[in-house]
């Protein structure tokens, strides 16, 4: 699996980039080899507030729906647009098709996900 | 978990494995679309060796079959197959099952893998005939599907059997495929041209290799759990547990051409008749997103301020790249162009009636 070393990981396999008072955010690599092709994402709305934990994105592959929780608490400013009507980016480069920026209210939640390397471990 | 005799070659393949109501198989390969259009556009090769076989033997053997399936049995030449939903008293369908007859004192009936031992002791406690003798030959079995309009060519470099003489529901008898003997019949779930073939469970993994070398420079891939649903799907085959069940009959599933009422006698035929002459009250409707969203199986479909069905088989369409699905719904609402509303994840998503099937059968007929 991939793993971009500058990132930070939940345990439910989101992604982190923390960009000053903002969280850029989407879902592992592993995240997406095990849903297999994504056809279908729906995002938050812009200007939503969110609770680190809620869930606010679902991915659909063929089979099944799965849903993708907020890795902090805040409010979204920005969705990409662009997977609503190219979803399988997400497969192609997880790390690169980000899903949605939330303004964190709380950054110190931060400091409780997981590096690169402890998020690995959690895949074994 | 039960595994099939081809288990080994779906861990070689790198198959990723789940529980297929208590059956060990693999969902995908490579990736699900990939492998639904190789069956559109090529060819696929399916383990259904889960799949159960029952065999009825004696001189009541074709009696016995008129009397628990709702299609006309007796109408069948020998080595012709006939599709057909098996009913109790109420109406409700037991299984979908096809019927293989060999001659009128021998038929091959296969059935739906977790069924069959539903469907087995259905049988039996049905079985008020002097001479028919039914077994269970489940274990002895392996099936493979080879789907798809290069299924025949790829086939043919295998077998001295001119294929071309089997006819669409149809099949033939000890079918030599290199040195291993199979009963091969032109039938299949995924709307392509194709065969399903039944051989000795040692036999297996070694026509497996057989027909994937073979079908290699032809696009064939071997195809999971997963596209054999969406393909199924995309034709508008039911499946049991979903379109069809015990709380479902074959008039409200679409089937009412699979059932004879004209027949003698069937069981179920008396509960059918009524609710023929009453006119159905819910129906399989197939429908189109209009607004954003996938169906699902169980998602609820409202109208009008109210619940009017249920979704039983929703997806991404690969072939045709549209999110569609098969519910349950009051009749009224079953007519093609009618709108009504999918709930997803408590929202209300706009829909459509459309016709069915949404993939046009490619069969050679």
């Known amino acids: 699996m991939k793993l971009l070393n500058e990132l930070k990981y939940m345990e439910s396999h989101e992604w982190v980039k923390v960009e000053g008072n903002n969280a850029r955010m989407g879902i592992t690599d592993y995240a997406q080899e095990h849903l297999g092709e994504v056809v279908f994402v729906e995002l938050p709305e812009v200007g939503a507030a969110v609770s680190a934990g809620d869930q606010i994105i679902v991915l659909e592959s063929v089979k099944a729906a799965s849903d993708v929780y907020a890795p902090v608490s805040g409010t979204v400013v920005e969705v990409n647009e ?5 979803p399988g980016l997400i497969n192609e480069s997880a790390y690169d098709n980000w899903i949605c920026v939330i303004e964190m209210s709380d950054a110190s939640e931060v400091d409780n996900m997981l590096s690169a390397s402890d998020y690995e ?3 074994e | 978990m039960k595994r099939t005799p081809l288990y080994e070659k779906h861990v070689e393949q790198n198959g990723k494995l789940i529980d297929f109501g208590g059956w060990e198989l693999p969902v995908e390969y ?13 060819a696929g090769l399916f383990d259904v060796s889960h799949m159960g076989e029952i ?3 004696g001189e009541d053997a074709e009696k016995f079959v008129q009397h628990i399936v709702t299609n006309d049995i007796s109408v069948l030449n020998d080595y012709q197959i006939a599709y057909t939903p098996m009913c109790y008293a109420d109406g409700g369908i037991v299984d979908d099952l096809l019927v293989y007859k060999i001659n009128n004192k021998k038929y091959l009936l296969v059935v739906n893998a977790s069924n069959t031992e539903k469907d087995f002791e259905w049988m039996k406690s049905n079985n008020q005939f002097g001479d028919a003798k039914i077994e269970n030959v489940s274990q002895d ?4 599907a080879l789907q798809g309009p290069n299924a025949q060519s790829i086939l043919q470099k295998l077998t001295d059997k001119n294929l071309s003489e089997i006819e669409f529901y149809h099949f033939a008898e000890n079918v030599m495929i290199k040195d291993i003997n199979a009963l091969v019949s032109r039938t299949g779930y995924t709307g392509e041209d194709g065969f399903e073939i039944y051989l000795a469970s040692a036999d297996a993994p070694k026509l497996w290799d057989l027909l994937l070398s073979e079908g290699k420079g032809e696009g064939l891939l071997p195809a999971g759990l997963g596209a054999r649903d969406t393909l ?5 085959l039911p499946l049991y547990g979903q379109e069809i069940d015990k709380d479902i009959t074959p008039l409200e599933a679409g089937l009412g051409i699979f059932v004879k009422l004209a027949k003698e006698e069937f069981i179920g035929k008396e509960a059918l008749a009524e609710q023929k002459a009453e006119g159905v009250k819910r129906r399989i409707v197939g429908f189109e997103m209009v ?6 199986g169980h998602y609820e479909v409202s109208a009008d ?4 069905g249920h979704v039983t088989t929703g997806s991404f369409a690969p072939t045709l790249k549209k999110n569609l699905g098969l519910a349950l719904v009051e009749v009224e609402y079953a007519k093609e162009g009618t709108e009504f509303d999918i709930v997803i994840r408590n929202k209300n998503v706009k829909a459509v009636a459309i016709k069915k099937p949404f993939y046009s059968k490619k069969y050679k007929k």
């Open chain 1, 82 to 86: 662009a997977l609503l009507d190219n």
């Open chain 2, 291 to 296: 607004e954003r969203g996938i169906p699902r």
């Open chain 2, 232 to 236: 199924r799907f995309e034709t508008c």
């Open chain 1, 121 to 123: 471990k959690t895949c």
């Open chain 2, 30 to 42: 490579s990736k699900i679309t990939e492998e639904h259009d190789a069956v559109r556009n090529a």
């Open chain 2, 55 to 57: 065999t009825v033997e």
């Open chain 2, 305 to 308: 301020g109210r619940i009017i």
């Open chain 2, 141 to 144: 079995y392996a099936q493979l």
